[in-house]
């Protein structure tokens, strides 16, 4: 398999994103209404994964990063975050924070690190995903960004 390009996603890749999120279990019911940016990789004509943020000012809520069953373990969860990161600093969000049951140990690897909950900016805390779409067993990691977000802070 080629490696697949990155990019914003567009109007039409909703559906497909939706799609992807819903195989993995991932929250869809906000979508419509949050004010989510999304990034995909895109295989010839078919999305294999998608992450997004969800702006709050200077902080940003991490979300539904997703890869398809067929394209893991080819560092494109890591590519797409790297992506995402370096858009959201472009975008002036200086932290992001996010809320995860199964991707601990890649996001620990890619910087982020667990923090609790109290200590993220209440306009995150705020959202829907914190209120009720994720449970209460998730649990929420935070990376501040800075100039440069492409290494892992942990290296393997």
């Given at each position: 398999?080629?490696?697949?390009?990155?990019?914003?996603?567009?109007?039409?890749?909703?559906?497909?994103?939706?799609?992807?999120?819903?195989?993995?279990?991932?929250?869809?019911?906000?979508?419509?209404d949050a004010p989510v940016r999304f990034w995909v990789a895109e295989h010839g004509s078919r999305l294999?994964?998608?992450?997004?943020?969800?702006?709050?000012?200077?902080?940003a809520l991490l979300r539904s990063l997703v890869?398809?069953?067929?394209?893991?373990?080819?560092?494109?969860?890591?590519a797409l975050v790297t992506t995402l990161e370096r858009e959201a600093r472009a975008a002036g969000i200086g932290q992001l924070v996010l809320l995860t049951q199964t991707a601990r140990p890649l996001f620990e690897h890619l910087g982020?690190?667990?923090?609790?909950r109290e200590t993220v900016p209440a306009a995150v805390r705020a959202s829907a995903e914190f209120r009720h779409l994720c449970p209460a067993?998730?649990?929420?990691?935070?990376r501040h960004l800075t100039a440069d977000t492409r290494a892992p802070r942990n290296p393997p």
């Open positions: 398999m080629s490696a697949p390009g990155i990019r914003p996603a567009v109007p039409g890749d909703r559906a497909a994103i939706r799609a992807l999120l819903d195989q993995a279990s991932l929250p869809v019911d906000d979508l419509d294999t994964g998608a992450v997004g943020f969800e702006p709050y000012g200077a902080a890869v398809a069953p067929e394209a893991r373990g080819q560092g494109l969860g890591s982020y690190a667990v923090s609790p067993s998730a649990v929420c990691m935070t």
